[in-house]
């Protein structure tokens, strides 16, 4: 099983729609929890932390869920620009400082269609 | 602020060839990393460092070797470019590594070709 899983999608969705993406983890240990969005072509950028109450930041509500060891993105009213990939990073952190292991999915594509 | 800075962008060489990538940042994080990012996978730590002086080993090394003489620079050397190591490269550096923070900054990403 892998560390960190991702529906490779791609997710082809129409202005305006809702659309979510899960992410599974299989170390129970992690505990930092992320999204990135990646642009094609370019570097990935942080998106959002995901708290373990869950978090809001716009359009954009990212939730965890420990028990069954995945976290998830919605997106509300898509827009043409959020048209990416969205990554899903877990870490491990060694407390102190120490590395953080950092663990990246492969990623799910979001097409947001006129 | 520049953030982190990669050179170069684009390079294509032979089997065989040694080559450096170049990684500086300008934000006086400590840690730095170097990531490699094939099509439809995602990224793989090749080698990470948490201070001038300091690095080690992430999941994929073999065939790379990195120095941190200075915490601005975490230079990236492919000694025999083989074909497996086609791909786009990532450096990417955090202020932050435990605690929960662990942001990465990433460079624009190299793209390698070995052909």
């Known amino acids: 099983r892998k560390e960190v899983e991702q529906d490779p999608g791609p997710f082809n969705v129409p202005e305006g729609a809702t659309v979510a993406f899960n992410c599974t983890y299989s170390n129970s240990a992690s505990q930092s929890f992320f999204w990135y969005r990646q642009d094609c072509r370019k570097e990935p950028k942080l998106l959002m932390s995901?708290?373990?109450s869950g978090n809001e930041d716009g359009r954009f509500t990212a939730q965890l869920n420990r028990a069954s060891q995945y976290i998830s993105l919605l997106i509300r009213d898509s827009k043409l620009s959020d048209s990416a990939t969205y990554l899903c990073?877990?870490?491990?952190?060694?407390?102190?400082?120490?590395?953080?292991?950092?663990?990246f999915g492969q990623g799910t594509i979001l097409t947001v269609h006129p | 602020n520049a953030g982190v800075t990669q050179t170069p962008k684009f390079r294509i060489l032979k089997i065989g060839q040694s080559m450096t990538l170049q990684c500086t940042q300008d934000?006086?994080?400590?840690?730095m990393y170097w990531y490699r990012q094939d099509p439809g996978m995602g990224l793989k730590l090749i080698y990470y460092s948490v201070g001038a002086g300091i690095t080690d080993k992430g999941e994929v090394p073999n065939g790379y070797n990195v120095s941190r003489s200075t915490t601005e620079d975490f230079p990236l050397r492919l000694e025999l470019a083989a074909p497996s190591q086609t791909s786009v490269y990532f450096c990417a550096s955090s202020y932050n590594p435990g605690g929960g923070a662990n942001v990465l900054t990433f460079g624009a990403g190299s793209r390698l070709t070995v052909l």
């Open positions: 990073v877990v870490t491990v952190n060694a407390g102190g400082t120490s590395y953080g292991k950092l663990t």
């Open positions: 934000m006086n994080h400590n840690y």
């Open positions: 995901v708290y373990s």
